[in-house]
């Protein structure tokens, strides 16, 4: 067997571990992959992608919404950081 310098490579094998632990909504466990990640790879492109992703499954709210604004301010987070980095750090 051969071994595949992308796919076996250190910092892949980082950034896998952190979504791995996004995909399962794990933020301790994907904060501290991460962390793993940074230290090793300070430089790492999916670095800010994936700082967002943590930081949203950290966040998540737990009570409802209190007011219209909230509301709004909730959904811009969703559309304009989240959804779009989403694809990014998994493609």
Same mark, same amino acid.
């Given at each position: 067997?051969? !071994?595949? !310098?992308?796919?076996?490579?250190?910092?892949?094998? $980082?950034r896998n571990d952190v979504l791995d632990a996004l995909q399962r909504r794990h933020a301790c466990d994907a904060r501290q992959a991460w #962390?793993? $990640?940074?230290? #090793?790879?300070?430089?790492?492109? @999916?670095?800010? *992608? !994936?700082?967002? $992703?943590? @930081?949203? *499954? #950290?966040?998540?709210p737990t009570a409802r919404f209190v007011?219209?604004?909230? $509301?709004?301010e909730a959904r811009r987070v969703l559309a304009d950081e989240i959804a779009p980095a989403a694809p990014t750090a998994v493609g």
């Open positions: 067997m051969q !071994l595949d !310098l992308f796919a076996d490579s250190r910092d892949v094998m $980082l #962390e793993r $990640l940074m230290g #090793e790879y300070p430089a790492d492109d @999916t670095a800010p *992608i !994936l700082a967002v $992703l943590i @930081t949203a *499954i #950290e966040n998540v007011s219209h604004p909230a $509301l709004v």
